[in-house]
């Protein structure tokens, strides 16, 4: 588990074709130009532009006026309100990219892709060289900005037809988005006039005949006036084509008559096919796009430029992508409605972390040759260091991430099954990721891409399947992997994308046995024929004697019973491979799934239990958290619109044989990283109530030692938070918890009976949650450990407030807290003010012999208070003296333990002592810890010598054993 593109095709502007979708959906989402748009405010240049790489700004703003062929008032006009028109459509950001906080303004940089020129030549190499590798640039063909992909050629002469190609994820869509928008803000002076369309949108309108001039004003509506100046344009007129894999193109006479009028009606291929034949408007420029399959639509003659989309092949872009992506603000999400937000250092840090990882680890620099990937490295990291919307997932990412590049997608528009690019995909891709799983591994020979490429290929109709998605598709999912020791083998692009995809293959159901792949319908005829014979040889059985003959033939209306128990048995078979998939005892020392997810994107390596194990034994623990989130119902249904529909059904039987399984094997007790997979798949689920009823068994919530990151703390809040059922503990210790992360977990503290929130740094601003905790009227903790936090009395103040109005809590430690002086007069000022508690550790705080003494004192008073901790304090020896006295003075009240001895025997709570020393001795001040303990060391010889007691005198010697030993630790002395 180590670590788009979409312009909006059917919606390029108002009105622009028949099947509108919403903008925020479709549109491109790589790094973006947006700026905030109102039809009043004048088009002009930045404020500021930076170069780089790629850009498009090495031409000056345009003249005053509009240029040599529009010169009147009313066209400039018109052209104006198009360019208006198309940026304010074209700046529309889609739901994914807002959530990820605001994008870039008006004079952010903007990161192209690399796109080096190619000849017709290298479109005919054999597909297997073409299939996964990526070949640099050759040196006599350079890389070409967006500015000069219409300069004249080698030979000098105009080039007025562009193609550009490349595969999914490569940035197509981004770049003709990027190139729409510095037409509008006239960074591209060569051309006064700009006309994209969608060859999908135009698709979509079939074979009704419509012209030239009433597809530009259906869909660009100010552009009706200036219609008849088109031809007079020339080379300034430029049509922008994308996605013409969308399009059959046929440029035969035969199949394509000639037509030069732009006014006559037309199917919409056809008029394209004119345009590009220079037959209609013969001196306007055109730019298509297109995916590798679809090149030879387009015979070599008509085009004058090829370019190849190389997408981030120099990581120095990687990095100024994420330089740029990374550092944007928050949205101002705050994770659980706690307020949280990264800082700018926090970003710059992931920045730095990343950018070393990049330089350093070649196989992520290799999967960030797709700028789709970047983007979904930055939406990890976001999902993880950043504030969490409601309701998102990290299935819902990677589903999301899907979409935006393949929504829409059909493997090939001449195939009549139009069969969706992602189902070929959860079909193949899902087939070789699901068999790495089973047999894990993650790396991927030439003969195991083939054998789940070409299984069961039959026909040239699917040769062809094959053949379109090898050169479209492959390098999407698959990478040639580049890391020492394995040559000539292939790995998935992003690791945990092999664990969706596997994921997606089981719940689509396609993993199917022998007698699945007979068929349901297969099944159902038969029980149909033997219920139709049936009934003629009962009719018959009554005149002739053949009463046997209709038992036997009854035996065929059994067998769709027997299939649906085949089915079932399957079901239940995922189900537990699911489970234990979840539950594997070798994974128990790993780090939980997602801080295993952020070390594989940011470079740092995990611990193994196993470090002598071969690299192919490969953990995958993301393959069950993910079959749980595509089992939601928000990924069920973004996966319908991709092809990939999930009956629900079909999802209801997934889910109830998994939650069977759960209910049996999630009542072990799990480690703490474990533990919080276990609740992390139940958040991926997003189904309450089928997390309320397998975790209802639960009674111990031990996250000892997780990190708790804000994402975290909103996982277990979700998870566990609208339970009903009391849990008996809860257990953060060092945790890194945070103020914020208190408020997130306050449904989860209300639900405890015992809460540890023990090493956490906590200081006085958490007091403050801490009081609104006990004083909250479903508050039902009864014992408390804050110890060593930073509380001070600042943050004790907040706790007496509390405690004077909570009825639940009995125990609570307080030990080395910083409380001081003040601190202990504060709780001895305030401690009469609560009625229940029955233990007060406030052993190690620094407090001298006054603060200890009325503490005692109001705890001797205390109705049920019954043992107060003082020990490891800077108290005198007359100061414990008159503690130890005033102990024996009085009948009943608290206890107070303030050393290893009571007169000559050795207390009852030296065991406590000593085990509280043992727990924190690497966390606590070495030479403090060192003199506190050579004082109790005196203090058991001098009650040594003073007792003739054997009995007492052989306890003193093992205790003083148990001391030596922890001094032995310190390496202090043991005078």
Known sequence: MSWSRHVPRASWGPGLGRVFQPADERTSFLIHWSWPLKRERPLGPPRAFIRHHGS????????????????????????????????????????????????????????????????????????????????????????????????????????????????????????????????????????????????????????????????????????????????????????VLHGLEHLNLNFQLAGTGLCSDPEEPKAPAAIMVNLLRKYMLPKASILVTTRPSAIGRIPSKYVGRYGEICGFSDTNLQKLYFQIRLNQPDCGHGAGDAGVSTTPAQRDNLVQMLSRNLEGHHQIAAACFLPSYCWLVCATLHFLHAPTPVGQTLTSIYTSFLRLNFSGEMLESTDSSKLSLMAYAARTMGKLAYEGVSSRKTYFSEEDVRGCLEAGIKTEEEFQLVHVFRRDALRFFLAPCIEPGHPDTFVFTVPAMQEYLAALYIVLGLHKTTLQRVGKEVAELVGRVG?????????????????????????????????????????????????????????????DVLDQMGASILGVEGPRRHPDEPPEDEVFELFPIFMGGLLSAHNRAVLAQLGCPIKNLDAMENAQAIKKKLGKLGRQVLPPSELLDHLFFHYEFQNQRFSAEVLSSLRQLNLAGVRMTPLKCTVVASVLGSGRHALDEVNLASCQLDPAGLRTFMPVFLRARKLGLQLNSLGPEACRDLRDLLLHDKCQITTLRLSNNPLTAAGVAFLVEGLAGNTSLTHLSLLHTGLGDEGLELLAARLNCNRQLQELNVAYNGAGDAAALALAKAAREHPSLELLHL?????????RQVLRDLGGTAEGGARVVVSLTEGTAVSEYWSVILSEVQRNLKSWDQGRVRRHLELLLRDLDDNQGATLNPLRKAQLLRVKGEVRALLEQLGGSES
Not at 148 to 176: E, H, I, M, N
Not at 186 to 201: H, K, M, N, T, V
Not at 544 to 554: D, E, H, K
Not at 557 to 582: C, I, Q, T, W
Request: proline content about 9%; charged content about 25%.
């Open 871 to 879: 020990y490891f304090n800077e108290l005198s020896p007359e100061g």
């Open 531 to 591: 219920e139709d014979v049936s009934l003629v040889l009962g009719i018959m059985a009554k005149l002739l004697p053949l009463r046997a003959l209709p038992l036997l033939f009854n035996l065929l209306k059994v067998v769709p019973r027997v299939f649906g128990r085949v089915v079932g048995k399957s079901r239940e078979a995922v189900a537990r491979a699911m489970v234990l998939e979840m539950f594997r005892e070798e994974d128990y020392y790993n780090d």
């Open 56 to 239: 498009s700004a090495d031409s000056g703003p345009p003249s005053g006026r509009h240029g040599q062929w529009f010169r009147g008032t009313s066209a400039a006009e018109a052209i104006q309100r198009h360019r208006r028109n198309l940026a304010e459509w074209f700046s529309r950001l889609p739901r994914e990219e807002r959530q990820f906080g605001p994008t870039f303004a008006l004079d952010t940089v903007h990161v192209d892709p690399v796109i080096r020129e190619s000849t017709p030549d290298e479109l005919l190499r054999p597909l297997a060289e073409l299939a996964l590798e990526h070949q640099p640039p050759p040196a006599r063909l350079p890389t070409l900005a967006l500015s000069q992909l219409f300069d004249p050629d080698a030979c000098g002469r105009r080039v007025q037809t562009v193609v550009l190609y490349g595969t999914v994820g490569t940035g197509k869509s981004t770049l003709v988005r990027k190139m729409v928008l510095d037409w509008c803000y006239g960074r591209l002076p060569a051309f006064e006039l700009l006309i994209p369309f969608s060859c999908e949108d135009l698709s979509s309108l079939g074979p009704a005949p419509a012209s030239l001039c009433h597809l530009v004003a259906q869909r660009y509506t100010p552009l009706k006036e200036i219609l008849p100046l088109m031809a007079a344009a020339g080379s300034r007129l430029l049509f």
